[in-house]
């Protein structure tokens, strides 16, 4: 096999003679050379015609390609007082991220004076992220908006943006404190723990209910979800509901299906689970659902609408509690052109925000604030 | 001699294909976007290239034996969880390289010792130890990345001296080193006379064995070395570092000219094709923002040059 291929690749009449003087039975091979040999005398000649014509044809596209470009691209540091803005997602085309991109095509589109670029890995690695970065640094465009998946790996490739003059900020997560001018912020954990505390007492019918519930978080390290905890023990300290205990499943869907089981068979009493997170919510709404409990113990959390649907229309989830992805990506590209035009500045407290109305400003942390509670009525309309 | 002739005689086909395509590219960039040959901006985005240039000089060489190495970049990974596990333990930057090396070497000594005493292709070698390398990193690991190595340690893969990105001269050191032993050290020549016919090199009585255990040992350090780069450039060591650049290697080595049946190419050669690969894909990326169309565009550039190659069919050369 191997010796075909070389005598493919050489293909010269002194190898072929040296050969067949060492091997065998030379005769099937020099067989195969001649055959070899026509091939590569009518691949050689038609190649080489569609090679003729894919070079014009390159040519020529490149041509009418170059026409549409100098009418686009001209605007990156150009004098048409067009602002560039690079929106950077954790992960493209998913569809949280896409309808975030949604509300920023808006704004870009409200404004009229910026170019939008949204581009991110499609499988979230964050040193494509970082190297994306690098490339818009020397683009030279005005603002980049970071959505970083691992903070310490974008970090330098921020500082290097800011210290070349582009301006930086965060989106949905925060960076390296250091690396970026402001983090548009979409719920604090006061808002999305209180928010949850709210949405259970009212599906269970009001602030008198009594019961026992738990909580299904991710890792017993997990930053948010144990910020959001220690705003919903003193909420929920306030009804009369009795948090009996919290479990660690991490990020792992068998884990929580099986810890919710667990807490509905130990608790006879237990009348909410809350999943604070994208895996233990659906998560104990399963093992809820399958232990034909739909109805008698609520669940409510954390997760986008769509992976929720089934079980809002069957009864088991009353709220799933988010914020609206549409308005961040509006608010955020807002930010990024008021922070260009230098009308946003450090030191702020507030931030008009176009039809989103004003929004408060924490240190620099600008917040989005409110937090969307997706129920029957309304979680048709989003799809995400 | 007529034009003809002197046409099928002339040895440098490959490198003046893609010199001119490089030119070409270039020239079309410079029209289209003229910022893009801003030499600043070339130089600070460089950096995306150094890892990739330092494997694919161990690459040529082993491609011009007829062999494959897959496991660079699994490499990468248990090299990078190795200076990760070191600096958390030990705190030291100097150790951590140095582990860092030696298991970079250690596997590409065990890669060497497969393919050359156990007789086993090395497409098989490298494909089982591609999958052991990674599932080692990942396992030691457990998907844990190591961080903050500090300021000055990022500096080695991000900084400048006089100008020059620090990396790019030890690629230039590696290359030129790895270009005067292929062409002028009898161990060098032996390399090419593997490629054609390894039988007939064996009983001309070199060590062939022994030449291409080094040869992979030699792979796995630079692997080792790439990594460091590689983790000061982005501040992290993780399993996933290094993932699917053993492909982009390759690629960059076979658009080089270097026949992926051994014995013909170059580092001149490789080179250039590092080059063609790098600009293209900065100037898709950057023309249309698309991130997915740079491997579409790459996949392209390699059907086209084996194709043009194809055509030329330049004259067998050592």
Not at chain 1, 12 to 28: D, K
Request: glycine share 10%; charged share 20%.
């Amino acid at each position: 096999m191997k010796q075909n291929l070389m005598q493919r690749s050489l293909n010269s009449q002194e190898c072929r003679t040296n050969r067949s003087a060492s091997e065998s039975s030379p005769l099937p091979l020099r067989e195969m050379d001649g055959t070899v040999a026509t091939i590569n005398r009518w691949l050689s000649r038609t190649i080489g015609r569609a090679l003729a014509v894919f070079i014009v044809v390159a040519c020529l596209s490149d041509c009418s390609g170059e026409t549409d470009n100098d009418s686009g691209a001209a605007s990156p540091g150009g004098g048409s007082e067009k602002l560039t803005i690079c929106l950077l997602p954790k992960i493209k085309g998913i569809a949280y991220f896409t309808s975030c991109a949604e509300g920023a095509q808006a704004a870009a589109d409200e404004l009229g004076n910026v170019e939008l670029i949204y581009d991110g890995p499609t499988d979230g690695d964050p040193k494509k992220q970082a190297e994306m970065i690098e490339q818009w640094t020397v683009d030279g465009v005005d603002v980049i908006c970071v959505a970083p998946n691992a903070p310490d790996v974008v970090a330098n490739a921020m500082r290097e943006a800011q210290d070349l003059g582009v301006i930086v900020l965060t989106w949905d997560a925060d960076g390296v404190e250091n690396a970026r001018s402001f983090f548009v912020n979409q719920a604090t954990a006061q808002s999305i723990g209180q928010g949850m505390v709210d949405a259970m007492v009212k599906d269970l019918g009001g602030p008198d209910v009594e019961g026992d519930v738990v909580i299904v978080s991710a890792d017993a390290t997990s930053a948010n979800q144990n910020a959001w905890i220690d705003v919903m023990k003193p909420a929920l300290e306030k009804t009369k509901l009795n948090l009996v205990t919290i479990k660690y499943p991490g990020e792992n869907a068998s884990a929580a299906l099986a810890d919710a089981q667990d807490v509905i068979k130990k608790y006879p009493n237990l009348k909410g689970i809350f999943g604070i997170s994208s895996v233990s919510f659906p998560g104990a709404a399963e093992a809820v659902e399958q232990m034909g409990k739909s109805g008698e113990i609520l669940v409510t959390g954390l997760s986008t609408p769509n992976e929720m649907k089934r079980f809002v229309e069957n009864g088991t989830v009353k709220s799933v509690i988010l914020w609206n992805t549409i308005d961040l990506g509006y608010l955020t590209i807002l930010a990024a052109e008021s922070l260009a035009k230098g009308e946003l500045k450090p030191g702020d407290t507030t931030f008009q925000a176009g039809r989103l109305g004003e929004k408060p400003i924490e240190g620099d942390n600008i917040l989005l604030g409110d937090i969307l509670v997706f129920t029957a009525e309304n979680i048709d309309e989003y799809d995400f | 001699m007529s034009i003809a002739d002197f046409m099928k005689r002339f040895p440098w086909w490959h490198e003046v294909i893609l010199g001119v395509l490089l030119a070409g590219l270039l020239s079309v960039v410079g029209v289209v976007n003229p910022q893009f040959l801003n030499l600043k901006g070339q130089l600070l985005l460089s950096r995306h290239l150094w890892e990739f240039a330092l494997l694919a000089l161990p690459m040529t060489l082993i491609i011009l034996t007829g062999g494959i190495d897959l496991s660079v970049g699994a490499s990468m990974g248990m090299c990078a969880v190795a200076f990760g596990l070191c600096h958390a333990n030990t705190g030291s930057l100097a150790l951590s390289c140095l582990v860092c090396l030696l298991i970079g070497t250690a596997g590409g000594a065990v890669n060497g010792w497969l393919v050359s005493r156990m007789n086993v292709h090395p497409l098989i070698v490298t494909l089982a130890t591609y999958a052991t390398f990674r599932g080692l990193a990942e396992g030691t690991s457990q998907g844990e990345s190591y961080s903050q190595f500090g300021d000055g340690f990022s500096q080695l893969a991000r900084g400048m001296w006089w100008g020059v990105p620090i990396p790019a001269y030890l690629f230039a050191l590696m290359a030129i080193t790895c270009a005067l032993y292929l062409s002028k050290t009898p161990s060098g020549r032996y390399i090419y006379a593997i490629g054609h016919n390894e039988l007939a090199t064996r009983f001309s009585g070199a060590n062939v064995d022994r030449l291409k255990f080094r040869l992979y040992t030699f792979s796995g350090f630079m692997a080792g070395l790439a990594t460091i780069i590689y983790v000061s450039r982005f501040d992290t060591a993780k399993a996933d570092a290094g993932t699917g650049f053993e492909l982009d290697v390759i690629t960059a080595v076979v658009v080089g000219g270097t026949s992926i049946y051994g014995g013909r190419g170059n580092i001149g050669g490789t080179v250039l094709g590092l080059l063609l690969i790098h600009e293209t894909r900065l100037f898709v990326s950057r023309q249309w923002q698309i991130e997915e169309l740079r491997s579409i565009v790459i996949g392209l550039l390699l059907i086209g040059s084996l194709l043009l190659y194809r055509v030329v069919r330049p004259v067998h050369r050592d």
